[in-house]
């Protein structure tokens, strides 16, 4: 069989196509380490953890954030008993065969020919991230792929994710091989988690392929799976090119990488190519592979089957969308391949440049370039200009979940080299407002409504948007129209899913309750542990439910939530008023159970914050023309009596009476200063 680097395509019969799948640290970025050396695509000499994880944070927090797509080749003999793979297989620690450096790397054992050790594979897997704010990751990447590896860690068994993973496999077709990881351990107890399996998924517990990532061992059982267990991908069904886009990063040099999986026809170097749903067109200047370093295919051709990063000097990710189509500018498709539901940032908050004590910090210019910088490699978090009486110039910036968010904070931070202060989360509210006239938000920005095409757009309720009204999307509670035009306000709501031991199901259930969550369903998953479901809106989730969870569970629960739609509610502006004045940017939107005990907490943590002034400060939180809670702070007060040592005590009294007028006329004309510390404090509405 020639080499692929040789015809620049490969038999597509010869191509696996599959991802890592798994819930978080469960071992999928080392599991792909492994794949790696197994397949000699690196050297021991080269290889460290992680090695897909490109970014330093990644690393780091041991989290895998972007997902990498790889190619790799091995050869396999098909029918190989499993008893016979050691023997033709050298361990992947070991870096002794040579390297082709063309891509096609494999090894050959001494005194053998390359044909004696079977036929040649064209492995392209892709890792994916394990955390539920980057769920739209691995969907995307199990659009591009025609099998998947669920990997499960022996010492912990089917946790939450595992099941969101699955099903998410399930749901596109997808082959799966369940592999059973970190066996090595003293506390792993595999065949308890391959009937653990076989209950909750119903793969048979006998397919389970145990490994551990970290020895390498059960690796040439897993190779030997992954070439006869996967299926080859589909036969193209039409000649024209039609490639899917699965990912997208921006280079400094070379403009937009695009990574595309080929399902129809073939894409060559000098093809000119065009994005079937922008309508742009571009010309192909370079085609290679990920292995895992970029190389440059020397024949610039791929087929049916393949993945591939495709350059074309596109010069911004505003030029690409991910699961678009690639077509031919000449003798194009006619009909697009099936995308991707676009990622919806449910999360938002503030950032605003901070001032160190000495005076020095980040000016707005500065952060604009970090953000603007950022989102050419994430365009997953949206971003808009916003200004704070108290904080200044900023920008708000709307998040997939709560890790993403402290993701890009970081990120702005090492990357961009600049100081931020991040606002306290909030959540996005539809809200259905009478007339049809343009409403216009606290920034003077005109409100936009609700996308028509939204799949949250009529409501859990189903009752959707009647004649003569609007449905506007609200990041910012002091966004909020007039409650005189307000019908009702929506909320986010999630799906949760907790897997507990059973001695923390009381706790758990508690938990969920007090924060306003509809018990759904209860599964059993294995002796000892169980699956709880509820319906939590997002706005009780985002602030400290995971603390909690883990806090009651020991640290043994696990949590998945997806928001399922939006849902009418009680749910009010509650506005903080200083001295009578209401201050917009600490304006929050609430339950009404829970307006009185939120609005006391608020105050109270006003109070400590906010210096005394000359006059007395009243601390108010209020819904509508109704005050709730109050607090006040003390005014200084300088001892006039301190020179009356007697006499008239009327003469006392007079003295008192003047002061008193003094704060009261000061009371009127003064301003007070909220200093930015306060500011944040209030804005941390932890318990």
Known sequence: MPEPSQTGAHPPDHIRN?????????????????????????????????????????????????????????????????????????????????????????????????????????????????????????????????????????????????????????????????????????????????????????????????????????????????????????????KQLRALIFDAVYDDYRGVIVYARIFDGELKVGDKIRMMGIGRSFLVTEIGKMNPKPYRLPGGKVGPGETCYIVAAIRTLKDVRIGDTITLEVDPATEALPGYQPPRQMVFCDFYPATTEDGKGSDFEELREAVEKLSLNDSSFTFAPVHSEALGFGFRCGFLGLLHMDIIQERLER???????????????????????????????????????????????????????????????????????????????????????????GDIMKLCLDRRGTYKNQQFVSAGRELLQFEIPLAEIIYDFFDKMKGLTSGYGTMDYEVIGYRADDLNKMDILINGDPVEALAIIVHRQKAEGRGRHLIARLKEQIPRHQFEIPLQAAI???????????????????????????????LLEKQKEGKKRMKNVGSVTIPQEAFMTVLDQGD
Do not use: W
């Open 18 to 238: 599959f991802s890592i799948i798994a819930h978080i640290d469960h071992g999928k970025s080392t599991l792909a380490d492994r794949l790696l050396q197994a397949t000699n695509a690196v050297s021991a000499r080269e290889a460290k953890e992680q090695i897909l994880d490109s970014m330093d944070i990644e690393r780091e927090r041991g989290i895998t954030i972007k997902a990498s797509a790889v190619t790799v080749f091995h050869r396999h003999k098909p029918g190989t008993k499993s008893d016979e793979l050691e023997t033709e297989y050298e361990s992947p620690m070991d870096d002794s065969a040579p390297e082709s450096g063309d891509g096609s790397n494999h090894k050959t054992k001494k005194g053998e020919s390359a044909d004696s050790h079977g036929e040649l594979y064209m492995l392209n897997f892709i890792d994916t991230p394990g955390h539920v704010d980057f769920n739209y990751e691995v969907a995307r990447a199990l659009k591009a792929c025609d099998g998947a590896i669920l990997v499960v860690d022996s010492t912990q068994g089917v946790q939450a994710q595992t099941l969101v993973n699955a099903y998410l496999a399930v749901n596109e077709n997808l082959t799966i091989v369940p592999v059973i990881n970190k066996i090595d351990l003293p506390s792993a107890r595999p065949d308890e988690v391959a009937e653990e399996i076989e209950q909750t998924l119903g793969f048979d517990a006998a397919d389970a392929i145990f490994v551990s990532a970290k020895t390498g061992q059960g690796l040439p059982e897993l190779l030997a799976a992954i070439c006869e267990k996967f299926p080859a991908p589909r036969k193209p069904v039409v």
């Open 415 to 505: 990357e961009g080299g600049v100081e931020i202060i991040q606002t306290a989360p909030t959540v996005s509210y539809h809200v259905l407002v009478r007339g049809t006239d343009t409403i216009t938000g606290a920034n003077g920005q005109s409100l936009k409504p609700v996308d028509p095409e939204s799949p949250f757009i009529a409501g859990m309720d189903g009752k959707g948007v009647p004649a003569n009204f609007q449905l506007l999307e609200v990041h910012n509670p002091a966004d909020l129209p007039s409650l005189s035009f307000v019908e009702e306000i929506r909320e986010p709501v999630c799906r949760v899913e907790i897997m507990v031991p059973k001695e923390y199901i």
């Open 624 to 654: 509508g023309s109704r005050i709730i809670a109050r607090e006040t702070i003390k005014a200084f007060r300088k001892n006039v009596l301190a020179k009356c040592y007697g006499g008239d005590v009327s003469r006392k009294r007079k």
